[in-house]
């Protein structure tokens, strides 16, 4: 496990998150993450450590109001979010990290029918991982 650092474009959102040499990613076909091409690496909280301060971020709640999506309010990035599935944890953009691990398994997630699928990854953020 190390610490790899990550943030927005314009680098107004700086953050680390600790991740194992090889990860498993997320690629989900709801409407927000196909339309932005978020690839997910969802940790614990203790796993992430935020750097910049939270004045920099916009955020946006839609459907439920449970995910918490911030976006840079300078450059528009999402480098990172409070999922619905693991509001325990934090879900971080994989295109976001500045060096990013290897990528052992993606898993194609079907969030288009999310009610059925949640339980999938409610277990991302408990700490065995």
Not at 21 to 38: K, L, Q, T
Not at 47 to 60: A, G, K, M
């Amino acid at each position: 496990m190390q610490w790899k650092q990550g943030g927005c474009h314009c680098q107004r959102i700086r953050f680390e998150v600790l991740l194992s040499d090889s990860i498993e990613v997320v690629h989900c076909n709801c409407s927000i993450c196909r339309m932005s091409g978020f690839l997910h690496v969802i940790v614990p909280a203790s796993h992430f450590r935020l750097f910049s301060s939270n004045e920099q971020h916009t955020e946006y709640r839609f459907n439920t109001h449970t995910a918490r999506h911030l976006f840079c309010s300078t450059c528009g990035i999402k480098p990172y979010y409070i999922p619905r599935s693991n509001p325990d944890g934090f879900d971080i953009n994989f295109h976001c990290l500045d060096a990013p691990p290897n990528i052992n398994s993606t898993i194609e997630f079907d969030g288009k029918n999310w009610e059925q699928h949640a339980h999938t990854l409610a277990h991302k953020s408990k700490e065995h991982q």
